[in-house]
């Protein structure tokens, strides 16, 4: 069992800025693919930003350019470094550790873009 933990979500500016983290449990977690997943209201979850246990990288066509991916196998912990921020980002950002066929969630957190 995995377990994750976010953090650094809240309200920021259009325009502005949020580095969000996630910690993970357990003792293999390099071996994950892991993910920073949204869902805004009213729609699906989709996938934002995913990185692999060799460190490819996958961004959705919304974030290219604005948000960046990395992760920290000392300190089992992802991060999402968000810039630019246009409101249409606002959504629950989740955190997904992944090694098929298991998948693991963290509990989210809420980002909102707003003047």
């Known amino acids: 069992q995995v377990q994750l933990v976010e953090s650094g979500g809240g309200l920021v500016q259009p325009g502005g800025s949020l580095r969000l983290s996630c910690a993970a449990s357990?003792?293999?977690?390099?071996?994950?693919?892991m993910g920073w997943y949204r869902q805004a209201p009213g729609k699906q979850r989709e996938l934002v930003a995913a990185?692999?246990?060799?460190?490819?990288?996958n961004y959705s066509d919304s974030v290219k350019g604005r948000f960046t991916i990395s992760r920290d196998n000392a300190k089992n912990t992802v991060y999402l470094q968000m810039n630019s921020l246009k409101p249409e980002d606002t959504a629950v950002y989740y955190c997904?550790?992944?090694?098929?066929?298991?998948?693991?969630w963290g509990q989210g957190t809420q980002v909102t873009v707003s003047s």
């Open positions: 997904n550790a992944k090694i098929i066929p298991v998948d693991y």
């Open positions: 357990g003792s293999i977690f390099r071996l994950y693919i």
């Open positions: 990185i692999t246990s060799g460190g490819s990288i």
